[in-house]
């Protein structure tokens, strides 16, 4: 157990519809990272976040927006979902205390859009 | 070219055999250098991380890396079964100034078998 967790682990919804993923980083972490996997694509970083803040972004689209509350869980929100939506949605959390970002994944919210 | 390429397999092997599991990288900024191991349908999980060139060992496991030709590998001995799983390298170096904005870059992970 990595000790971030997500929820739900499943999800299926319909296209246009919006969706909320949930994730707690492991006790102490002050960043959170958001992935999306598909079959094709690999592993892609979405966004970061620190101690409540944004830090860094990767291709994460336009519908797609992110926040980390003063608790330090993170919620990613899906809108506007197409079909290409449909893919693992992975949270990782790390100290962050430099180069060094070790982190660690949660299990993973499995979106199915149809 | 993409920052990190690994090389998607799929690689099939007997159980017991030594598995060599390879990433090249372009970026010379990438500072530590970590291998991630995800069972099906499950997050990636940590094998282990190193800093700079040099090897790391860790029970079955070795890691290497050649910073001068941007090239990390993982050595896996006496495969098992329970081995199998795809392997994914990852990279991290700053995006700028400040501690808590490093980029970790992920390979696209070999899917390895191990058959007994």
């Known amino acids: 157990d990595s000790g971030v967790t997500q929820t739900p682990k499943h999800l299926i919804t319909a296209t246009g519809q919006r969706v909320t993923l949930r994730c707690s980083p492991r006790s102490g972490d002050l960043s959170v990272y958001w992935y999306q996997q598909s079959l094709d694509q690999g592993l892609q970083f979405l966004i970061q976040?620190?101690?409540?803040?944004?830090?860094a972004k990767g291709n994460i689209l336009e519908r797609f927006s992110a926040q980390q509350f003063p608790d330090l869980h993170s919620e990613l929100n899906l809108s506007s979902l197409e079909l290409g939506d449909s893919a693992l949605y992975f949270c990782?959390?790390?100290?962050?205390?430099?180069?060094?970002?070790?982190?660690?994944f949660g299990a993973g919210t499995r979106l199915s859009v149809l | 070219q993409k920052e990190v390429e690994q090389d998607p397999g799929p690689l099939s092997v007997p159980e017991g055999a030594i598995v060599s599991l390879n990433c090249t990288y372009s970026n010379s900024a990438f500072q530590y250098f970590m291998w991630y191991r995800q069972y099906s349908r499950k997050g990636p999980e940590l094998l282990m991380y190193t800093y700079s060139s040099g090897n790391k060992e860790d029970g079955r496991f070795t890691a290497q890396v050649d910073k001068s030709s941007k090239y990390i590998s993982l050595f896996i001995r006496d495969s098992q079964p329970s081995d199998s799983a795809t392997y994914l390298c990852?990279?991290?170096?700053?995006?700028?100034?400040?501690?808590?904005?490093?980029?970790?870059?992920f390979g696209k992970g070999t899917l390895l078998t191990v058959n007994p």
């Open positions: 990852a990279m991290s170096a700053s995006q700028g100034s400040g501690g808590s904005n490093y980029k970790l870059t």
């Open positions: 976040y620190y101690n409540g803040e944004e830090r």
């Open positions: 990782a959390s790390s100290h962050s205390t430099g180069a060094k970002n070790i982190q660690y």
